[in-house]
């Protein structure tokens, strides 16, 4: 197996500590990857906080940043600067990497390529603010209901409009999942490969003892519909311990009935110890594909889940006749609908169908080595056709 191309190009948005999650877990990924093959990558990113931080695994590396980093509070609140971005993006210079890889769920895969570079660009999400879930974000937007609100929306419009333009500039797509490539088809009218993402699934165990608590892991912020497990709960008055933090707490707490719980955003050892003992792991949002289920599953705890988007492609529900279910997805994303799942679950003692070995089988599916070596066919395969093409003959007119 020839090495990859050198140098390579890994692009992302930002690298910040307040960004932690799955995109920032496939980045890791793909530098681990490519550094095996033998080919370090060259680190582009709008913004670095990360590679001056003890503890990070970006430590020391050498990261180039856009002109958002000079900008004030560039760093910390990136995302201020939504209207600059795509500017900011384009301003990045790739020339002399034939081979370029964004993670991208805003404007890393708008970078600007040469017709002799291959641009591969793992899509984490459009960005939903801008499409699908744009009317929700104005509605519960105080900016946007304000006098600004007509500014909002015509930059709204135009990163729609930069959105499917700079899609077009990419050679390959990679979806998460495939309802992201089913978003990425609508709205960019692209095809894409699909390719789950690494979930860390080692720092799990899923042999001990489980106790009677429902558990809910995830930022309390509206897209989230943690309002929707809090309501389900407390009609249920069945145990609930809500891990997380954001801008929703107050009102979450104002509505939960007494057998609810909210601890906060706690240390990732005391996370995984919630998971690994809870009865199941209950969700009521609409995600692109969702690392938390796949963590719970990872711990043996079964998972109880609102039935579309990314979560299809992990949890495999009982009453649907899979020979290995790992869960229960309920229809409607309603209080009511997630109830009833509740009450089903625990009239039947379905957890005794989704035994923890069971789960945890179905997460290994989704362990980093495995990412890793998908990817890597992947990328062979992408960048044996790019060679081929370059070497094909342009006929002349």
């Known amino acids: 197996m020839e090495a990859f191309p050198s140098p390579v190009a890994l692009v ?32 582009f990113a709008l913004v670095d906080g990360e590679s001056s931080r003890p503890g990070s695994w970006l430590t020391g590396r050498r990261i180039r940043t856009s002109f958002i980093q000079r900008l004030p509070w560039g760093v910390g609140h990136v995302q201020q600067y939504l209207p600059l971005l795509p500017l900011a993006i384009e301003q990045l210079d790739l020339s ?21 570079q291959l641009h591969v660009s793992y899509v984490h999400t459009p960005a939903r603010y801008a499409w699908d879930q744009m ?13 600004l609100g007509p500014l909002v929306r015509l930059q709204l419009h135009q990163l729609r409009q930069w959105d499917v333009v700079s899609s077009a500039r990419v050679d390959a797509l990679v979806a998460n999942s495939r309802f992201t490539a ?5 709205f960019w009218r692209r095809r894409a490969h699909v ?30 519909r943690v309002d929707v497990v809090v309501e389900a709960f407390r009609r ?5 311990v809500v891990l997380g933090d954001g801008p929703e707490r107050r009102r979450l707490e104002a509505m939960a009935g007494p057998a609810t719980r909210f601890l906060g955003r706690l240390p990732d050892q005391e996370t995984a110890a919630w998971l690994e003992r809870a009865r199941a792991y209950v ?21 109880i889940a609102f039935g579309q988007g990314g979560v299809l492609d992990s949890v495999r529900c009982l009453s649907d006749g899979n020979a290995s279910p790992t869960g229960l997805l309920f229809p409607e994303q309603t209080p009511a609908s997630l109830a009833a799942a509740l009450e089903h679950f625990e009239a039947g003692r379905l957890w005794r169908s989704l035994p923890a070995e069971g789960q945890r089988q179905r997460a290994e599916g989704f362990a980093p080595a495995v990412f890793r070596s998908r990817m890597e066919t992947l ?19």
């Not at 089913?182 to 609508?186: H, N």
């Not at 799990?204 to 489980?210: G, I, S």
């Open 96 to 116: 002399g990497h034939p081979l370029v890889i964004s993670s991208s769920h805003l404007v890393a895969k708008g970078v600007l390529t040469g017709p002799d």
């Open 12 to 43: 992302h948005e930002w690298f910040t500590p307040r960004s932690v999650g799955g995109a920032e877990q496939v980045v890791e990924e793909l530098d681990r990857l490519l550094a095996g093959r033998g080919t370090p990558p060259s680190l």
């Open 135 to 147: 009317h929700t974000y104005l509605a519960r937007s105080a900016l946007a209901r304000g006098p």
């Open 379 to 397: 990328l062979d395969q992408l960048w044996q056709q790019h060679r081929r093409r370059l070497r094909r003959p342009v006929p002349l007119i």
């Open 236 to 240: 249920t008055g069945l145990p609930l």
């Open 182 to 186: 089913r978003r990425i088809r609508c």
């Open 283 to 303: 969700y009521a949002g609409l995600e692109d594909f969702g690392i938390a289920p796949v963590e719970a599953m990872a711990a043996g705890a079964p998972v």
């Open 195 to 224: 390719l789950p993402p690494p979930v860390a699934v080692e720092r799990f165990r899923w042999d001990q003892p489980r106790d009677d608590v429902y558990v809910s892991l995830c930022r309390l912020v509206p897209n989230k």
